[in-house]
């Protein structure tokens, strides 16, 4: 995905945000281009589909980070489903996370980031990228 696209997904899904600065949205931008970069060279280069709805949860990450502060709960045994090379991506997103915004993220979330991953690596397996 090109900066462009992940700018304008960033926009899109902003857009109605209460209490939000726009400036933010530089900040999430290049924070979804660093994890996209992150993942391509893991060998997980997202389409334009896998894409769009991985951003979006960036950017929803990033609203739960700091504006709402809501959480996710997920039944720790789905946990055990996730290969343990895409927990170790979730964890490094985690950090990347960490570094960009200075808050860590909890389990849920880097469980949530490496099904996407995972999500994506399957589309790449079956051939079926857009």
Known sequence: MEKTDVEEI????TAGWEKFDRRENARISDFAMEV?????????????SAGITF??????????LF???ETVNIDPELF???P??????????GV?????????????EKFLIATHLG?????IRQGVTD
Not at 84 to 93: A, I, T
Not at 97 to 107: I, N, Q, S, T, V
Not at 119 to 123: F, L, P
């Open 10 to 13: 960033v926009s899109e899904r």
């Open 80 to 82: 055990e489903q996730v």
């Open 36 to 48: 996209l970069e992150y993942s391509r060279q893991k060998g997980i280069e997202f389409d334009r």
């Open 119 to 123: 999500a994506m690596e399957e589309r």
């Open 67 to 69: 504006l709402t502060n």
């Open 84 to 93: 343990s090379e895409l927990r170790d991506m979730g964890e490094e997103v």
């Open 55 to 64: 951003v979006s949860h960036l950017a929803t990450l990033y609203q739960r």
């Open 96 to 108: 990347i996370a960490e570094k960009r915004f200075g808050k860590k993220l909890d389990e849920n």
